[in-house]
């Protein structure tokens, strides 16, 4: 955490109308979460003191969006969408009575890095810009600099041919004190094209007081924006690009690492392997020397060391596989926990479920967990032994040690070590098939 306390304010206002979406751009997903979710653990490495997000355009979606990712974090309404800067005035009220630094960010730009984070916070200026060298410098406006640190910002529409050959370029990301913040943004004007409210003013302002402006530089693809569905397309290849290779630097073997989809939180111990074709989505942990074959699916799941995943297994929120756990193919878990041990061979769903370790769950067993109102609960307990095609009807409770017969229907409590059979007998009828077959046949000719 820096030395001065540090407060962020994301602006997420904009409606993004290049995006061709009813959906508030921030809200598009990025590396499994909404887009404003980048932006948001970016600010929580700094540790601050106040978390502002600025809302507009679907402000009670994104509310609701930032409050599952930042439940501590607080949204302000900028009602009209007049600028950067009177984005910032909004949420100035929430900042009453803090003392320290405001960094802000943009719910639109989700690479920035943690460093470069430190960089801004840490910086001794009265004012900090975030710059980068562009390949391309295009139509970003432009950082003036000289040894005593940054002149001014000039919009590519305002400048001059000298000043279009520079390459350094202004992200919009700005680190600067409260007390400058709240003295000098009452003094922004919009006398300007557009009509706005710029934050980039702000250096203009303050240098005209001899206050210290300076700028802190990054890679250019921290600075990333997204305004179209190709850009979040391309922002998304990124993305992966970068966690694939973050999970192989980090001792995790790929089998195919361009076909291994990752969430923005997806936590991969070393020594784990990953086949190809798996997708992991927000709040996955997979634990040092675990293996997940191919063409899983998982989210919101933790898997111990030594277990198994698939392949074509399926593991949604809330499953817990504990040490050395086998799940096989076309295996559903959701809201269940399996102690260590447990084989859940294939063709099995286990929903709100605990397993005790070492039993084995036989092909084709259903928790029947929902009465159409209902969730109800199974419990198995250690060492029990399901049956193939068993149907655990819950609330039910199959106890250590106890079995179930293939085909059985479980309605009631199973004691431990019990055998429990819950089917009907079985009765032959000699020479009924092939009449049955003969009469089935005749009807369909006389059609």
């Known amino acids: 955490m820096a030395e001065t306390p540090v407060a962020v304010v994301i602006l997420a206002a904009g409606q993004g109308s290049r995006m061709q979406s009813d959906l508030p751009k921030v809200l598009h997903r990025l590396g499994g979460v909404p887009m404003v979710g980048h932006a948001l653990a970016a600010a929580r490495s700094l540790e601050p003191i106040e978390i502002i997000v600025v809302a507009g355009h679907g402000a009670d979606a994104v509310e609701n969006a930032v409050h599952k990712l930042e439940p501590e974090a607080r949204i302000v309404l900028q009602s009209e969408q007049l600028g950067t800067g009177h984005a910032v005035r909004q949420a100035l009220p929430l900042l009453e009575g803090f003392e320290g630094k405001v960094i802000v960010l943009y719910g639109d730009t989700p690479f920035i890095g943690e460093e470069t984070l430190a960089a801004l916070a840490s910086h001794t200026a009265d004012l900090v810009v975030l710059g980068f060298e562009a390949e391309e410098p295009g139509r970003y406006g432009r950082l003036v600099v000289s040894e005593a640190g940054l002149e001014r910002i000039v919009e590519y529409k305002d400048a001059d041919e000298a000043i279009r050959l520079i390459a350094l370029c202004n992200s919009g990301v700005m680190a600067l004190d409260v007390s400058l913040l709240r003295r000098l943004i009452v003094r922004l004007t919009n006398d300007n094209a557009a009509g706005e409210y710029y934050l980039t003013d702000l250096v203009e302002l303050a240098r ?10 990054c890679d250019e693809e921290e600075t990333l924006g997204i305004n179209t569905r190709a850009e979040l397309a391309a922002a998304e290849a990124a993305f992966q690009a970068r966690a694939r290779a973050g999970a192989l630097d980090n001792g995790v073997t790929l089998s195919d690492p361009g076909t291994v989809w990752f969430s923005l939180d997806t936590a991969i111990g070393r020594d784990a392997v990953i086949g190809q074709n798996v997708v992991f989505g927000p709040g996955v942990t997979v634990e040092s020397g675990a ?5 899983c699916h998982l989210e919101g ?20 596989l504990g040490g050395e756990v086998h799940v096989g193919n076309f295996v559903e878990i959701k809201n269940a926990v399996l102690d260590e041990g447990v084989k859940v ?45 068993t149907m655990l009807v819950a609330p039910v409770r199959v106890g250590a040690g106890a079995m ?16 429990a059979i819950g089917r009907a007998r079985q009765v032959s009828k000699p020479g009924l098939a092939i009449r049955l077959m003969q009469a089935l046949r005749m009807k369909k000719e006389q059609r």
């Open 208 to 217: 005209a007081e001899d206050y210290r402006c300076n700028v802190v530089t």
């Open 291 to 295: 293996e997940i074959l191919p063409f």
């Open 301 to 320: 799941c933790h898997i111990s060391s030594g277990a198994t995943v698939g392949p074509f297994a399926r593991l949604r929120p809330g499953a817990e």
């Open 345 to 389: 061979g294939h063709l099995t769903y286990l929903g709100d479920a605990h397993v005790g370790e070492h039993t084995n769950i036989g092909a084709g067993t259903i928790t029947c967990n929902y009465d159409g109102v209902m969730k109800h609960r199974t419990e198995i307990g250690a060492n029990a032994f399901i049956g193939s095609d």
């Open 404 to 419: 179930t017969g293939s085909g059985s229907v479980i309605t009631q409590d199973v004691e431990d070590g019990a055998l």
